[in-house]
DNA sequence: GCCGTTTTCGGCCCGACTGTTTTCAGTCG
């Protein structure tokens, strides 16, 4: 099988690690992370590249050199420079790396003085007490490391975006409650609304005697103080999440946001911009000279380097502020977008709620139709519908039609895609239905071509309308499956069917990338609450969310449609002889 | 190692916090 992106830019960042060990210079170690980053992002494949002959050094940030190495690891699976790197180091050592507090140089010399290669020779050197006695560091730092290293060998872990919010609400009320506080901000991925975010970054605005670091560090919720100074303080609260927090005066409010924002990457971005242009952008303000020019509104500092305000859900430096610069930025969707769901259930499968129930709570979150889409047969442990039951919950969807207001429920199915990928019910009793939800539910360990097949099969069914939580991935339970995602985004164009965005805070799936690479080709996202009860509904703003992040307008998404437009749609995907 | 209405050479984002090196390097975000 030929080489990701994914795999080059990781046997980029190794040679960045390895080159930084050997303390070369910093600049081409940031050269390789640079290439790393862009081919970790780039929607197209160089092995794709390679067949059709284009050049690697077109990608942003890969030179003659760089371009030579991504073709020698498309041709061999590595190349020469990371091969000797990692004979003069034992294997593994870069994993040092990624333990906090520690960066090359004390990697460097604990492997020099103590000989440790792995985070546990780490961990017991730290509570043997070996560590202090290396050049240094102290019985402070010694400690440190110890903690660190457990951390590491237990995994860092990442949060569910929907997970946070209670912690969330907490800290807002506690910083709120500081006198003089006159904003409290949540920034970083947070705002940017990624799918998980792996601390919390919180933007304050306050006098600079404020009393709001001291505030957090004694917050009840506080387990350990990492850092405390006169404008920041880094805490981990008592369920594990890190909470870092920088207190900014009111006219450094926008460029602190921009600051504490990010992404990273963007930030970087906006600077060299700034810099080219004979400015310099900190998180107090843009400054020309010594005279501050903008800072006080985001907006202020985005228009200081001629740029429209960019959306923080875009601000992954993958490719939005070329767009703001050509001024083609997306406009993006909205909740209020939303006319209708197409995915959810009942307590005539796994759900919770009647059918009456879940049509009120619809209407009641404004929506328009809902798509009643309980799960089939096989699923035996949701007690999935036989062709019988289908039958039994279509009639009552048309009768209990006739008496709602200002609401349709839509006849569907969740059907189970078999791991052959047929269908779980006959065609001709899908045929009855609105629509079709297709989904995987078994079977999910096939092999990448085994499992994209399954799928593209399932999508030539003849009433096949979407494909839901494509990835199958669920936060802390099971990573995506493997496939092959842009064939099925290109089979889905060509076969005129749709692909789910499941809102569901521990699906999110269709991911945001992926949504990008279906909106580039053509196909509309179905963006899903997969609701089993109707207060599930309120997930709908979290596809929303990641829709955005994935570059979508309302025009790009089927349920923004009103009823009438999308029954035609639909009814392109279940006629017999479609695609 | 990359890149150029600053430059084909000489730059490369910027500031806060920590520990320990009593003046700053290392790390982080």
């Known amino acids: 099988m030929s080489i990701r992106n994914t795999e080059i830019a990781a046997m980029f960042e190794e040679i960045a690690d390895l080159l930084e060990l050997q303390q070369a210079n910093a600049f081409r170690v940031r050269a390789y992370r640079n290439a790393a980053r862009t081919l970790a992002a780039w929607p197209e494949e160089m092995a794709d590249w390679a067949a059709q002959g284009r050049d690697f050094d077109d990608l942003p940030g890969v030179g003659k050199d760089l371009a030579g190495k991504i073709a020698e690891i498309l041709a061999r699976g590595s190349c020469d420079q990371l091969d000797r790197l990692r004979a003069s180091f034992p294997r593994g050592i870069t994993d040092l790396l990624h333990i906090s507090g520690l960066g090359p140089r004390r990697v460097h010399a604990l492997y020099h003085e103590l000989g440790i290669r792995s985070p546990a020779q780490l961990l017991s050197a730290a509570r043997e007490g070996r560590i202090r006695t290396v050049p240094g560091f102290g019985a402070v730092s010694e400690r440190r490391i110890a903690k660190a290293a457990a951390d590491h060998l237990e995994r860092a872990k990442r949060w569910p975006l929907a997970r946070v919010t209670p912690s969330v609400d907490a800290l807002l009320a506690c910083l709120h409650a500081v006198p003089g506080v006159s904003e409290v901000v949540v920034a970083g991925s947070f705002r940017r609304r990624r799918d998980t975010v792996g601390d919390l970054d919180i933007l304050v605005v306050a006098p600079a005697d404020s009393a709001a670091v001291r505030q957090l560090c004694e917050f009840d919720q506080v387990e350990q103080v990492l850092a405390q100074g006169s404008t920041r303080a880094s805490v981990v609260l008592k369920n594990g999440l890190q909470v870092d927090m920088r207190v900014v005066r009111a006219a450094s409010f926008g460029s602190a946001l921009v600051y504490f924002t990010g992404s990273r990457a963007h930030t970087i971005t906006l600077r060299r911009i700034a810099q080219a242009q004979k400015l310099k952008i900190n998180e107090y303000g843009v400054y020309r000279g010594r005279i501050r020019i903008a800072g006080d509104t985001e907006a202020s500092v985005y228009a200081s380097i001629g740029l429209p305000c960019i959306p923080p859900e875009l601000r992954e430096d993958h490719g939005e502020i070329e767009a703001a610069r ?73 009768r209990l039609n006739e008496k709602l207001k200002d609401i349709v429920l839509l006849k569907g199915i969740e059907v189970d895609i078999l791991p052959d990928g047929r269908l779980d019910l006959p065609d001709a009793v899908l045929a009855r239905l609105d629509l079709v939800v297709g989904a995987v539910h078994s079977s999910l360990d096939l092999s990448r071509e085994k499992q994209t097949a399954r799928i593209l099969h399932a999508m030539d069914r003849p009433n096949f309308s979407i494909l839901a939580h494509p990835n199958g991935r669920l936060f802390g339970t099971r990573g995506p499956c493997a496939l092959d995602m842009e064939r099925i985004i290109r089979h889905a164009r060509e076969r005129g069917c749709f692909l789910e965005l499941n809102s569901q805070p521990d699906r999110l799936d269709l991911f945001d990338l992926q949504c990008r690479q279906a909106r580039d080709a053509g196909v509309a996202i179905a963006i899903s609450s997969d609701a089993h009860q109707g207060t599930d509904l309120r997930w709908l703003a979290l596809g929303v969310d990641q829709a955005r992040r994935g570059w979508l307008e309302a025009g790009d998404v089927l349920n923004t449609l009103p009823l009438q437009r999308l029954r035609k749609r639909l009814a392109a995907t279940m006629s017999p002889m479609s695609g």
């Open 326 to 398: 050509r001024k083609a930025l997306p406009r993006l969707i909205e909740r209020a977008d939303l006319c209708g769901d197409l995915h959810a259930h009942t307590d005539a499968s796994d759900g919770r709620e009647s059918l009456q129930q879940m049509a009120q709570a619809a209407r009641a979150a404004g929506l328009k139709y809902l798509a009643i889409t309980d799960h089939s047969r096989s699923l035996t442990v949701a007690h999935g519908l036989d062709a019988r039951r289908l039958g039994v919950q279509i009639d009552a969807i048309d």
